[in-house]
């Protein structure tokens, strides 16, 4: 089994910074690649931002230049660094796991962002 643990969310006002966090444990093998999505009430959930193995990194066009995606390889944990927080940015965060072959999702944190 694999167990994703996420922390870090809350409610901060806009311009504010938080940091997510996620550490994953169990049987996970080889990573492709790990990850923040989001999801807003009544919209789908998106991508924010991903970082694979190797280091390569993408992100939301949206969160660009604002929020930093890194990993500790030892610890399996994947960061979030969210700066220059606005409204837009309120919903819940969720980790997920990419092993190529399945993928695995965390609970979900909630952010929210006040104006």
């Known amino acids: 089994q694999v167990h994703l643990v996420e922390s870090g969310g809350g409610l901060v006002q806009a311009g504010g910074s938080l940091r997510l966090s996620c550490a994953a444990s169990?049987?996970?093998?080889?990573?492709?690649?790990m990850g923040w999505y989001r999801q807003a009430p009544g919209k789908q959930r998106e991508l924010v931002a991903r970082?694979?193995?190797?280091?390569?990194?993408n992100y939301a066009d949206s969160v660009k230049g604002r929020f930093t995606i890194s990993r500790d390889n030892a610890k399996n944990t994947v960061y979030l660094q969210a700066n220059s927080l606005n409204p837009e940015d309120t919903a819940v965060y969720y980790c997920?796991?990419?092993?190529?072959?399945?993928?695995?999702w965390g609970q979900g944190t909630q952010v929210t962002v006040s104006s």
């Open positions: 997920n796991l990419d092993l190529g072959r399945v993928g695995f």
């Open positions: 169990g049987s996970i093998g080889s990573i492709l690649a």
């Open positions: 970082i694979f193995s190797g280091g390569s990194t």
